[in-house]
């Protein structure tokens, strides 16, 4: 079944087509065309954030999982996760936490 950026793709190619041909594009359909430009670009950022909430929500379950499994070593563990640039950048600034204990607050 077609989705909405497949509709989009033919609004847009139709109206190109229309252009091509010497027909004129109403002031009508180029404000819809935008609306709906619009509106698919509103529902892709809401899918953006959806998909990085579930990502971090998981990243934080494995973490936890971790920590449970690695007793004495959760510390180097920890200390390597926070060095990482690559995952600093993906994942965001750490918690933060009190002075001296290690746990977020």
Same mark, same amino acid.
């Given at each position: 079944?077609?989705?909405?950026?497949?509709?989009?793709?033919?609004?847009?190619?139709?109206?190109?087509?229309? %252009?091509?041909? !010497?027909?004129?594009?109403? $002031?009508? @359909?180029?404000? =819809?065309?935008?609306? /709906? #430009?619009?509106?698919?670009?509103?529902?892709?950022?809401?899918?953006?954030?959806?998909?990085?909430?579930?990502?971090?929500?998981?990243?934080?379950?494995?973490?936890?999982?971790?920590?449970?499994? %690695?007793?004495? !070593?959760?510390?180097?563990? $920890?200390? @390597?996760?926070? =060095?990482?640039?690559? /995952? #600093?950048?993906?994942?965001?600034?750490?918690?933060?936490?009190?002075?001296?204990?290690?746990?977020?607050?």
């Amino acid at each position: 079944m077609p989705g909405i950026d497949d509709l989009a793709a033919l609004v847009v190619r139709r109206c190109y087509e229309r %252009l091509e041909a !010497g027909a004129i594009v109403s $002031a009508h @359909d180029v404000v =819809a065309l935008l609306k /709906l #430009a619009r509106e698919i670009e509103h529902d892709a950022a809401r899918q953006d954030a959806g998909n990085d909430a579930r990502w971090q929500a998981t990243l934080r379950e494995v973490l936890w999982l971790a920590r449970s499994h %690695l007793g004495e !070593g959760w510390p180097a563990f $920890a200390a @390597d996760m926070r =060095a990482s640039t690559g /995952l #600093a950048a993906m994942w965001g600034p750490p918690p933060h936490t009190r002075a001296g204990d290690g746990k977020s607050r």
